[in-house]
Each structure stands twice: as C-alpha cells, then as structure tokens.
C-alpha cells in the first residue's frame, strides 16, 4: 500500500515536471477520498484571458432592500463572463447570499436589471422564470438532498425543470436521462453509492450529488452558495477542484461564494469583494493584497485566520 | 440585602414567584378534588348492598374472561364479522388519508398560503372538537343508520385529526431543500411529490396507521350505536339482547387480539418505512 503510493507520487513529479498542464489534468481526473490530492497547480486564467471572454449575464445598478431605508445590497453592477469561475468574498452579511439568489431570483431585487443571454430576466414569471431557472444550477452549503432517497434519485431530481407536473410526481425518467445521470455520478467519482440513502454519505460525497444534480440540468451558469463551508479541507479541495474542472471542460460559467480568502485566490479566474452590499473589490486574484483585504473586510489581514 | 427580595407572610424568602398559569392549574386541581369529594356524597345509594354487589362484579368478570365462549354464533360468523368491522376502518381511514394528504398540502404554512392555512385549520378544528359518534349520527339524517354514515363519519374526523397530524409532519421539512428544487425550475406539484412526501413519508405511515388502529376501536361501537354491523354489533346483542358474559368474554378477547395484531404490524411498518 505505501509504496504504491510513493510510486504515484513519483509518476505525478515527472509528469508535473513534463508538462503543467497534463499534471493538472492528471490530478483532476481521479478522485476518491482514500487518493490525496496534490493539485497545486490549478488552470486559472489570466486577466487578459477574463477580458477577452464574453459575457454571459450583466448585473445593473442592483437594490435590495428587505425592510425600508434598509439597503442589504447596494447598487450593484458588474458582468459576468461566459466560463470564468467568479468567487465573490466579504464578511458575514454583506449580502453574498441575497447577491446569489438575485441571480436565479430565488430573492426578488428591488430594484435593477438583471441581463442573462441577451435577456433581461429581472421580471420574468411563471413558466418563464422556471425555464429560466433550468439554465442556472445551484449548490448549498448544506447540500439540500433529500435524504431519504437514494443518490440516483437526488441526481435526477435536477431533471424536474424540463418535465410537466405529471410526469415529475411520478418519477418518470427517460433512459436517456438516467444514463446521461450515470455518467455524471461516474465522473464525479460516487458511482459507488448510486442506490444509497442520502443520509448515508459523508459531507464530501453529499456535495458532490449536489453538483450532480446542478450538472443534469445541462446549466450555463451554476450558483454555489458557501459550498465548502461544512467541510473538511480534504473535501473542500474535492470540491473546489470538481468546480474548477466543470468550469474548464465544460465551459459552464461557476459564481461561489466564499469564506475562505486563500481558496478564492486560488481556484478563481475573477474576484468579486463586498462589503455591506456594495462592491469593493472587482478584479484578478493577482490583485489581491492587503489594501483590497482591509477594504473588504474591515480588518488587517494578518488578523484574518487563513486556512 | 437586595431590595428585590420578596418575603413569605412567615418572613422566610421565597424563592420563586407563580405564574399565572400556575396559579390557574393549582385552584383547577383543588376545585376538582371538592368536586370528587362532594360527588361521592351526591349519588344515590338505594337498593346498593357492596358486600353483595362486589363478589358478583368478580363473579361476571370472571365468566367473561375466565370462561369465554360463543353460545349464539359460531367462529366463523364472529371472524367473519371482525373483519367486517375491520374493512370499516379500513375504509373510512384510506379515504380520509388521501382526503388529507391534500388538505394539510394547504394547510402547512411552508407550502401554503396564510389565508388558506387559516381557513382548513379552523375548519378542521371545529370537526375535530365534535365527537366521532355525532358525526355518524348527523350524517345518519343523510344516510341513514348504517355502514355508510358510519363510514362518512369516521371518515370526517379521521380528515380533522390526519391533517393536523401530516401538516406539522410537513412544516418540519428543511426549507433549504424545498429551496433546492425551486431553484432547478421544478415546479409546485414536484416539490410536493419529490421532496415533502419521500422526507416524510414514514411519519405519514405512522399516523395513517395509529388512525386506524382508532378507527377500528370505533368501528366497533359503531357496530351497535349505529347499526354499522361488524363484531360491534354481536357484542351488542350478546350484552343487551341474550345477556350472555360467556360471549361477552369472547368477543372482547377476539377485539384484543386483533388490537394487538394490529398494534404489532403497526410497529413493524414503522420500522420498515
């Protein structure tokens, strides 16, 4: 056992000293809680690169007030480009989470546009605003899974927005779907546990059913609200590395919140600071320092505890 | 010493204030007891000698239990009729059970409207405080005396007590997982059917069957008060018409038996759901 893994070990230092890029696919492509991972190197993109992309989803002048005067979000504004992966960092209540679900309009904005592929979407209703909601996937910081059914069901479930209420009450899948479902669990590595409770995971794998069932949706824009924020860092690092991998082959556009102001430097193409409902910071993670951390924070960063 | 310290009229400290509510439970427990006390001295005694009286209610007791037997029917009219007794709670249990799972759709708040919610919790209220006898009986104007008012109106008070039961059962589900779906596009049919009823389908079994472990229970004195028919109804002529405590004995014995069956399967599907 351990000299099968110092022999892994060996094999990724030549690769990684052969070629970057390949030693970052090589790591990205087997996960398994047992393997640890050591992706140091992850594909990010340059800000000339974030530049260049277009864009998918622009945010206009944005409120959101819950009682009158006051504000929880705060003038907001900025675009989104179509396959970055955008993390948006601040302090507990600067509005990262009504932020998130002002994008899928789980919270309805006071006032603003919101623009996504061409269309403004700030106030489409009913059967509109369902089909818009298939386009954009969502995780949670604690899962959301129904628990007591099983992981294939869960992952399927994601299915629910393409279907009318009767097939979606009783259950009825097409093959396509549970095969397209299947290769999914396959490549976020829970192949294992397609017919297990939900309550029968661990933290880590009940995230990755949760990116599961965001993926069947066939999204372009997938939402994640404090995704590692319940787990390990040995699953945090699953996860973030699940994230960025979605984002880099399947060109699907990832907007995380975070806590953790070392994970978003390291994983994000784009950083999004706010600070008591107003953006503070809008820039490459290279920019991050310790003037951009004070304003976003209130604090000095060698106050902050750094995972 | 603190001047916010209050003093018995004895001049020791006291140590906690009642409450109002405790004030009201003390004088409920002593108008009670005087109530008891004086009650016992109200009734009527005539005609009752308890050195007789006693032996004779052991004597009855111990024909019914100790020697029971079935004088004027036979066992298989007697299981027969059990399970005529049990298809009325069946039925009246199933039908109100489907009748709720809609009904506490509207009335669990984190599903519903406030006004709607409102309005089937007061109804369901007003029906539930009514007993399950009366509702037979009113629906007996309709119906007439019978199986079928005796199904309606266990039915209606099933419906009161099942939605109470399945809408907090439903209020208890994880809104963030309510959230989820709504935020892939499913609509309300699907959240009701993916998420609420798998989450909380084992209570909804558990309160499904205590009804009808009630309703059998009530089936049987619905036999003899409302002509339903079933074992309650030879119970009845076993007591009031032939007077016999051999076959009082034995019906009760078998009511027992099924009660406890039923109490065991209860247990199991629970266990299993």
């Excluded at chain 1, 290769?183 to 009940?206: A, F, N, P, V, W």
């Excluded at chain 2, 079933?230 to 019906?251: C, K, N, P, R, T």
Aim: proline share 2%.
């Amino acid at each position: 056992m351990a000299v099968d893994k110092k022999v892994k070990e060996v094999n990724k230092v030549e690769e990684r000293t052969d070629f970057n890029k390949k030693a970052t696919d090589n790591v990205l492509i087997s996960f398994d809680e047992d393997i640890e991972v050591t992706g140091q190197e992850v594909e990010t993109l340059s800000k000339k690169e974030v530049k260049q992309m277009p864009v998918i989803m622009s945010i206009d002048n944005l409120y959101k007030e819950y009682s009158k005067g006051k504000n929880v979000l705060k003038d907001i504004s900025f675009d989104i480009k179509k396959g970055e992966l955008l993390s948006i960092i601040g302090p507990s209540g600067a509005g990262k989470s009504t932020l998130l679900r002002s994008i899928n309009r789980m919270i309805e904005p006071t006032s603003g546009t919101i623009t996504f592929n061409d269309k403004d979407i700030t106030n489409v209703k009913g059967k509109a605003l369902r089909q818009m909601r298939t386009n954009i996937g969502m995780i949670f910081q604690h899962y959301n899974l129904v628990d007591r059914l099983s992981v294939f069901e869960n992952v399927l479930h994601g299915t629910l927005g393409y279907k009318n209420s009767l097939q979606g009450i009783f259950s009825m899948y097409t093959e396509s779907e549970k095969e397209e479902a299947l290769d999914i669990i396959t490549e976020l590595g829970i192949e294992d546990h397609i017919y297990k409770r939900c309550d029968e995971l661990s933290g880590g794998q009940k995230q990755r059913v949760g990116i599961a069932r965001a993926l069947i949706q066939k999204p372009k824009i997938i939402l994640c609200d404090e995704p590692i924020a319940s787990l390990d860092p040995s699953s945090s690092r699953v996860i973030m590395e699940h994230l960025r991998k979605i984002c880099n082959e399947k060109g699907i556009t990832v907007i995380v919140n975070l806590h953790q102001v070392d994970v978003a430097k390291n994983y994000s193409d784009r950083i999004v600071g706010l600070n008591t409902g107003e953006v503070v910071f809008n820039g490459h993670p290279s920019e991050i320092n310790k003037e951009v951390i004070q304003n976003i924070y209130g604090t000095d960063f060698d106050d902050l505890i750094m995972e | 010493m603190s001047s916010t310290v209050e003093y018995k009229s004895n001049g020791t400290i006291k140590v906690s204030k009642p409450n109002r509510g405790q004030t009201v439970l003390r004088w409920l427990l002593i108008g009670s007891f005087i109530f008891t006390i004086v009650g016992f001295f109200l009734m009527d005694y005539t005609g009752l000698d308890l050195t007789r009286a006693i032996p004779m209610t052991i004597d009855n007791l111990g024909q019914m239990f100790l020697s029971p037997s079935l004088n004027n029917t036979t066992w298989t009219n007697a299981l027969w009729q059990v399970g005529v007794t049990l298809s009325l709670g069946f039925l009246a249990t199933i039908l109100g059970a489907v009748v709720s799972l809609f009904l506490a759709f509207g009335t669990a708040v984190n599903l519903s409207k406030p006004w709607l919610s409102n309005t089937i919790k007061g109804f369901i209220t007003i029906v539930r405080a009514v007993p399950t006898v009366l509702w037979v009986l009113i629906f007996a104007i309709a119906a007439g005396l019978g199986a079928v008012a005796a199904v309606i109106g266990m039915m209606f008070h099933s419906i009161a007590y099942l939605v109470k039961a399945y809408s907090e059962a439903f209020e208890e589900v994880d809104e963030g997982k309510i959230e989820a779906l709504r935020a892939s596009g499913a609509s309300y049919g699907h959240i009701l059917f993916q998420v609420i009823v798998p989450q909380t389908k084992s209570y909804l079994i558990s309160w499904t069957f205590l009804r009808f472990e009630i309703n059998f229970g009530v089936a049987v004195a619905m036999g003899a008060a409302a002509g339903a028919g079933g074992i309650g109804y030879e119970l009845f002529m076993a007591s009031g018409f032939y007077y016999d405590m051999q076959e009082v004995g034995a019906i009760t014995l078998i009511i027992l038996v099924v009660a406890i069956i039923l109490e065991l399967l209860a247990n199991r599907l629970k266990v299993s759901a």
